[in-house]
């Protein structure tokens, strides 16, 4: 189930690049050819933008393929690795949960009428954006955890 959970992923984070791209092509469109630009083109590519960004964050934390600097890690032993890897981890865990709880605030205090002006939705759905990267970033440095202890391993395979 989990597999076919990261290919969904996988599957929407390049769905949404390409909506995302069809609606910048379209923007261009109308605003050199019809001479008149679709005003809705780019609150909404810059909503789908927020979450893309958000679920590739995700998949690099799975993949572990963030920038880092690791020469320092590589000249230790697996251990003590292991060892910076958790704290890391853990660390990054409670600032995700962090984010998460403030986005709930913020999600919470978005008034009726904040609203996104061409879109005519709640900025909620924008803002919402930090609790589901909290959630989805917190839930994967528990599991990378789980696998340090369990498997001795970083990387969840």
Known sequence: MIKKL????????????????????????????????????DELSRLLFVYLGVISCHLAQRDNIHVRIDALLSAVTHKFRLAVEFAINAVMAGVFIWIAILGIGIVRRTGPKDMLVTLHLSVGILNAALIVLGVLMAIELVAQIINIIRKKEVVRI
């Not at 992923?9 to 605003?31: G, Y």
């Open 6 to 41: 990261e290919s969904f992923e996988r599957a929407l984070s390049v769905a949404l690049f390409l909506v995302i791209l069809a609606i910048l092509l379209w923007q261009i469109f109308t605003r050199k050819i019809l001479g008149t630009p679709a005003p809705w083109c």
